[in-house]
């Protein structure tokens, strides 16, 4: 072990790292506060535009549907321009397509600014999720993926806290009018926050000759991986969303009122936040993939009791969801890790974003199709159903490792990618990482 590695963890790193973690994760928090708010007002925009709840449950799946347009557009931009241009420019689309649904004067068009917002904030995902973890050493970048996504748990802690006293006073339409605030975050981005080394490196050496598109992530030899990934993703958001997405209807539909609800929706955010920022040191410890099925897998002991105790045991349900989300959700902070080792740097923030964020319309369908199952099953069976079943699935692609035998299988048969001039094959970079944390 070198010198430097027998400091503790928070003394190997620079000023330059710590303030491009902070940058993509006041970006990312606020990304979570304008997500998670929807989550809470799906009621009242069920009642003020007089439509049932599934249908107003269709505004997640706006959100999510329109980010693969977002992760491939803003991945390509933070793969040639630098990822601090597409972490502003997504932040300011996504901020204005908030406030405008506070404007809205029906549902199509707050469903047409929820597609706009979709596609904000999967550009900030593909460039904030690149940016961090590129910008620490090799063996923190689990801890800079966790850290990362506890600025979206944390998001959603300040939206449980807001939510009834700006509704109660302001009416719904005013936590959207809040959307203008990250605005001012890429500000401070555009200004003080460093850009990425790893990405400033790879460009050096590519020359003008860095010509990659995330279209080619769809060429002939990289689409079985591509597709895997997908899906990994897409499960990953099927294992958390219908959780996240309808508990808040599913607490006032057993008896809570809106500042109860708001009170249990933020233990279950810290119980998310510190899940999330633990994943990252027992990832480091274990290995990514090992880390994150195994505790996708303890989530399911917590699942079902959730919806078993009732309104008549607050403590105990309050108990119960801190636990399932901190091993739940909590553990998603180590996705963006996950998919980095398949990536290396002239193709990341268009790999990941485009396979992040096509697989992130799992987060807007769970929640829709629980709705739509809740009318005859009941919406705390429906939620339970469909997340233990994309639980199980999951720790089956993942432990078994599905997606590295993938790629392995085709770096065997001569080449991982068809790639242009400059553009080297994806996960050379990041091979020795895939090997040793996807087993």
């Known amino acids: 072990m070198s010198p ?16 491009a973690l902070l940058a993509a994760w006041i970006g990312y928090m606020l990304d979570g506060f304008d997500f998670v708010l929807l989550t809470y007002v799906l009621s009242d925009i069920s009642a003020e535009f007089d439509v049932s709840l599934a249908t107003a449950s269709t505004l997640l799946v706006a959100t999510f549907g329109s980010r693969w347009l977002g992760g491939a557009l803003f991945g390509s931009v933070a793969d040639r321009y630098g990822r601090k241009s597409a972490m502003v420019w997504s932040i300011v689309l996504y901020s204005a397509g908030t406030f405008l649904c506070g404007l809205a004067w029906s549902f199509a068009a707050i469903f047409v600014f929820r597609l706009i917002v979709g596609i904000g904030m999967a550009g900030e995902y593909s460039a904030s999720s690149t940016y ?13 993926s966790a850290f990362l996504i506890t600025g979206f748990a944390v998001g959603g802690l300040v939206a449980a806290q807001v939510y009834a006293p700006v509704v109660e006073n302001f009416g719904w339409r005013a936590l959207f009018f809040l959307g203008i605030l990250p605005v001012f975050v890429a500000v401070y981005i ?23 598109s995330a279209l080619a992530l769809f060429g002939r030899r990289r689409l079985p991986v591509t597709l895997m990934l997908i899906v990994v993703v897409f499960l990953a958001f099927c294992t958390n969303w219908p959780v996240s997405g309808l508990m808040p209807a599913y607490l006032e539909s057993i008896g809570y ?17 510190i899940g999330t920022a633990a994943s990252g040191f027992i990832g480091d410890r274990f290995g990514t993939a090992r880390t994150y ?24 349900l309050v108990a119960l969801l801190f636990c399932f989300m901190g091993t739940n959700f909590g553990i998603s902070g180590l996705l963006p890790k996950y998919l980095y080792d398949f990536f290396d740097a002239r193709t990341r923030a268009s790999g990941m974003g485009t396979v992040y964020n096509i697989g992130a319309i799992g987060g807007g369908v769970a929640p829709w199709f629980g709705a739509i199952l809740g009318d005859s099953w009941g919406l705390g ?4 159903t469909l997340t233990a079943i994309g639980v199980v699935t999951l720790v089956l692609l993942v432990a078994l490792d599905v997606p590295g035998r993938l790629l392995r299988r085709q770096e065997a048969q001569g ?11 994806a996960a050379v970079s990041g091979r020795k990482s895939v090997d040793a944390d996807h087993r």
């Open 190 to 212: 555009r200004r003080s926050a460093p850009e990425s080394p790893e990405w400033e490196a790879a460009t050096q050496e590519a020359g003008t000759e860095h010509r990659f």
């Open 415 to 425: 080449g991982s990618v068809p790639h242009e001039p400059g553009d080297a094959p």
């Open 381 to 384: 069976t429906a939620m339970a």
């Open 132 to 144: 961090a973890v590129e910008s620490w050493p090799q063996h923190l970048k689990n801890k800079a």
């Open 4 to 19: 430097a590695r027998k400091k503790p963890w928070f003394r190997q790193l620079g000023r330059e790292q710590l303030r």
């Open 293 to 316: 099925a195994g505790t996708l897998f303890v989530s399911l002991a917590f699942l079902f009791p959730v919806f078993a105790v009732g309104a008549d045991h607050t403590i105990a």
């Open 257 to 273: 009122d809106r500042g109860t609800t708001g009170d249990i929706m933020f233990y279950a955010g810290l119980g998310t936040v």
